[in-house]
C-alpha cells in the first residue's frame, strides 16, 4: 500500500496558486518527499523532491512541514495546462534497500484548473 | 519522456496471442520497471529489475515475464495474452539522481 494520503480531486482558479497535500505520517528519516504528475494519456513526470527543507524549481514549491508527516506541493501561477493528476510519494534515496525497490504509487490528486 | 523509449504504442491482440512490449533507454541506469495503468487503478507495478541479470515481481506479475540481458532494454512478454490484461502500460526509469523517468506508454487492447 502506498504510504501517502492525497485528496482525490481539486479545483483551481487559471493563474491562481494551487495548493496539493499529502500526508505521509509515517514517513522515515531517510525518506524523501517525490512529487510527479501525469498529464491525460502521458506517463508521469517529475516535478519536484526534497527531504526536509522547503525546495523551488522553476516548476514548483515545496514546503514539508517540520515533523515532515505531511507537505504542500504549490503551483505558483496555474495554467490549463497544469490540469493533471498529481502524485505524491515517498521514498528512501537509491534502490538497495528492501521495498524502497517496488515504487509504489496511490492514486494521487485530480487537479482541475478552471478558466 | 527523453531517454525511454516504448514501442509498440498501440497493439491489439486477440485471446491467447503472445507479444512483448519492448522498453530501451539510453540513459545507463541501472532500475528499469513495468507499470499498468487500468482507469480507477492508478499505477500498479508489474516487474522491475536493479540491474542486468536481475529481475524481480512487483504487485501483479501473473501473466507477464521479463527478462534484463543488458542494460538498455527490459522487454515485457505476455506469453498467452488475456482481456484483463487491457491496459495502457508505462516503461520508468530511475536515474543515480533518484528522478524517474517514463516511457510515453504502450495502449495494448486484448479481445
Known amino acids: 500500500d502506498a504510504k501517502t494520503t492525497q485528496p482525490p480531486s481539486m479545483d483551481c482558479a487559471e493563474g491562481r496558486a494551487a495548493n496539493l497535500p499529502c500526508n505521509h505520517s509515517t514517513i522515515s528519516g531517510n525518506e524523501y518527499v517525490y512529487w510527479y504528475r501525469q498529464i491525460h494519456s502521458q506517463g508521469p513526470q517529475y516535478i519536484i523532491h526534497g527531504l526536509k527543507n522547503n525546495e523551488t524549481n522553476e516548476m514548483a514549491s515545496l514546503i514539508i512541514t517540520e515533523d515532515r508527516k505531511s507537505s504542500t506541493l504549490i503551483l505558483p501561477h496555474a495554467t490549463l495546462r497544469d490540469t493533471a493528476v498529481y502524485y505524491c510519494?515517498?521514498?528512501?534515496?537509491?534502490?538497495?534497500?528492501?521495498?524502497?525497490?517496488?515504487?509504489?504509487w496511490g492514486l494521487g490528486t485530480s487537479l482541475a484548473v478552471n478558466p | 519522456n527523453a531517454g525511454v523509449t516504448q514501442t509498440p504504442k498501440f497493439q491489439v491482440l486477440k485471446t491467447g496471442q503472445s507479444m512483448t512490449l519492448q522498453c530501451a533507454q539510453d540513459m545507463n541506469h541501472e532500475y528499469m520497471s513495468w507499470y499498468r495503468q487500468d482507469p480507477g487503478m492508478g499505477l500498479r507495478l508489474i516487474h522491475y529489475?536493479?540491474?542486468?541479470?536481475?529481475?524481480d515481481q512487483g504487485e501483479v506479475p501473473n501473466g507477464y515475464n521479463v527478462s534484463r540481458s543488458t542494460t538498455e532494454d527490459f522487454p515485457l512478454r505476455l506469453l498467452s495474452a488475456a482481456p484483463s490484461q487491457t491496459s495502457v502500460y508505462f516503461c520508468?526509469?530511475?536515474?543515480?539522481?533518484?528522478?524517474?523517468?517514463f516511457g510515453e506508454g504502450s495502449w495494448l487492447t486484448v479481445v
Open positions: 510519494i515517498v521514498r528512501v534515496a537509491g534502490i538497495n534497500a528492501g521495498n524502497n525497490r517496488k515504487l509504489i
Open positions: 529489475s536493479v540491474g542486468a541479470g536481475i529481475t
Open positions: 520508468a526509469v530511475l536515474s543515480s539522481g533518484n528522478t524517474i523517468y
